[in-house]
């Protein structure tokens, strides 16, 4: 009798790994692993050959760093996406790339349910959960990490009594995510709030007050929305977002240390290496603020933050969210332009800005020679403006 088959999203580590068995031996199943490469990942064929040992019939590598920049990362950009004004939602984009992808799996193999390795405490399981069913309901979803209640020593003893060998080289006391728009750092020592993040928790980023004292500029170059270039020289947005990254991270800057509200009630202490994410999201807001009305600046701004909880809380594949995305991608026609950006010891500010779309006006805007503002139309337009409020002002409560 053959036995039906799960679809892991498969990470390489511990956890994904011990899965394999405790899938086969709890569920029934047999195990098709599937580790999809969303950036940064490493000796690929190495964890390949390790979701084999571990018991699964098959393992397979899916390349989707181009579709996670271009469907995920770009609108995402284009929203200036940023959870609790700071964290640029690094893995919340991923899951719902990670789900297509094991739906499309689990569909081609005829596989009836895919499991994932989230613990009950985080927002990832929200993410794997939610867009899987959004995908297709007839899947099941099997999170065994959230009630086989194992701490990280008895999940050791456990792959090892079946035979598996995870060699752990280096102990890593955190738990790390990474993918094309940034690196997650959380637990061990940083459980601690108060205790100030360890040099050893960061790859991408120097300490700023090691940074070079030069500091370096660069322009970013955009095309409706979308970024193009950097000084000048055109790169595929893949590259592009690397490039950068790689430039800020030298200078320090793209750390973030926060206390963050996750969607299951749970306040966190998060650590983040994104500074291509930061540096790119500050680059294209210049534009925006360049070529945008005012209304429509404002308006999107709400529509940002709305869009940004909506990805960090699993509703990536929901209809209100495909909705605030399509509005956001009408906005960008015309956010074309370049933005000159100063990396400098951890922080990185605007020096200058310029667009074939500005809207701004220097005959408008001067206090110098060759203004053309219509000062007598602001002092009738200020006395209309103003005119409720004195009359709201002039009338003393009670007064008839
Ligand atoms: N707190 C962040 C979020 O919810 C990072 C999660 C990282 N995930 C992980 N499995 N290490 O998006």
Redo the contacts with the bound molecule.
Sequence with gaps: MTRDLCVLAYSGGLDTSALIPYLMENHGVDVVAALVDVGRAKDLEMLRERALAAGAVDAVIIDAKEEFVREFVLPALAANAL?EER?P????LSRPLISKKMVELAQEKGARSIAHG?TAK???QVRFDVSIRCLDPTIDVLGPAREWNMTRPEILDYVASRGIEIPLTKKNPF???ENVWGR?I?CGELEDPWESPPDEAFTVTVDPRLAPDDGAEVVVGFERGIPVSLDGVWMEPLTLIDTIDELGGRHGFGRIDMI?N?LVGIK?R?IYETPGALALILAHKEIEDLVLTRDLLHFKRGVEQRLADMI?DGQWFSPLADALKAFVAHTQIRVTGEARLLFYKGSCTVRGRRSPNSMYVEELATYGAGDRFSHESAKGFVDLWGLPLEVWARRAPGDS
């Design positions: 959870y964290y939602l690094v893995s919340a989230c985080g927002n990832d738990s790390i995510d997650t959380e963050e996750r966190s998060e960090y």
